[in-house]
């Protein structure tokens, strides 16, 4: 994403920010989505809003030639006024009914981090709650690219990535066809997935770590390294390989480290 961009999505969110309780519910919607889209956009979607009588689905983001598809619907509600645990199930259980990989239900008010725990805990499924707190860092780890051909070769990237994520999960023996190298681009989409702001090192001299994840606990940084062996011979890693992890996370004062071996670990390693 070029930085003018990424400027306009963060002035979007001031302006919500602001303006949130002066908004009615058709204006608000119009914002959430506009913002939503652009994000979207930078993982590769396309985005498209569902004009369907009664749909409980506002909008769908598709990722072209897949079947991967994300369902967004936006609940408006008085920004004083706390969304209940009882409102978001009901709402939550309209949604289910509809076939998707992925569901974001966005609001104009804020999700507390109770209401949060108790719907990950009862809905183990793909579903996010989006605030404005969530767009703005989501906005916030945005990389920015001057350039349109670095933009498209990143989002083509990612979309392998995915794609062998998803090959991965329905058959494991699938890891034995992917190079090291791809092993660790799928990985770092993997880390993006789950939340983290995740960095792939280079290729070559990568100083003992192939993934560096960052993300922020209680308003405090924190920083992680993976390193990952993938060798295809099946030789499994021993105490030198994981001794040499430990010298660099000690080395970087990072917060901790995740050693990933895709053919285990030989008795020493522990």
């Known amino acids: 994403m070029d930085t003018q961009a990424k400027n306009k999505i963060i002035n979007i969110l001031d302006e919500l920010e602001t303006s949130n309780s002066s908004l009615n519910d058709i204006n608000a919607k119009e914002k959430y989505m506009e913002v939503l889209s652009q994000l979207l956009s930078e993982e590769g979607y396309q985005f498209s809003n569902t004009q369907k009588?009664?749909?409980?689905?506002?909008?769908?983001?598709?990722?072209?030639?897949?079947?991967?598809?994300?369902?967004?619907?936006?609940?408006?509600?008085?920004?004083?006024?706390?969304?209940?645990?009882?409102?978001?199930?009901?709402?939550?259980?309209?949604?289910?009914?509809?076939?998707?990989?992925?569901?974001?239900?966005?609001?104009?008010?804020?999700?507390?981090?109770?209401?949060?725990?108790?719907?990950?805990?009862?809905?183990?499924?793909?579903?996010?709650l989006i605030d404005l707190d969530s767009l703005r860092a989501w906005a916030t780890r945005l990389d920015v690219y001057q350039d349109n051909i670095g933009t498209e070769v990143r989002i083509i990237m990612q979309n392998v990535s995915r794609q062998l994520v998803e090959i991965i999960v329905k058959n494991p023996t699938a890891l034995n066809e992917i190079e090291w190298r791809d092993s660790e681009c799928t990985m770092a989409e993997v880390f993006s997935g789950l939340g983290f702001d995740s960095i792939l090192t280079p290729g070559s001299k990568d100083g003992g770590k192939d993934v560096i994840l960052e993300c922020e606990i209680s308003n405090e940084e924190r920083s992680y390294i993976v390193e990952i062996k993938h060798w295809r011979s099946g030789i499994r890693v021993g105490h030198g390989a994981v001794e040499d992890f430990l010298h660099v996370i000690t080395r970087e004062n990072r917060n901790g480290g995740l050693f990933l071996s895709t053919y285990g670990y030989c008795d020493n390693a522990f």
């Open 53 to 128: 009588p009664n749909s409980v689905v506002d909008a769908v983001a598709y990722i072209p030639s897949s079947e991967h598809n994300v369902k967004i619907q936006f609940k408006y509600y008085k920004p004083d006024r706390p969304i209940s645990i009882s409102t978001l199930r009901d709402v939550i259980s309209n949604a289910v009914r509809q076939n998707f990989d992925r569901l974001l239900l966005v609001s104009n008010t804020r999700f507390t981090q109770n209401i949060r725990d108790q719907i990950a805990d009862e809905v183990p499924l793909a579903i996010e």
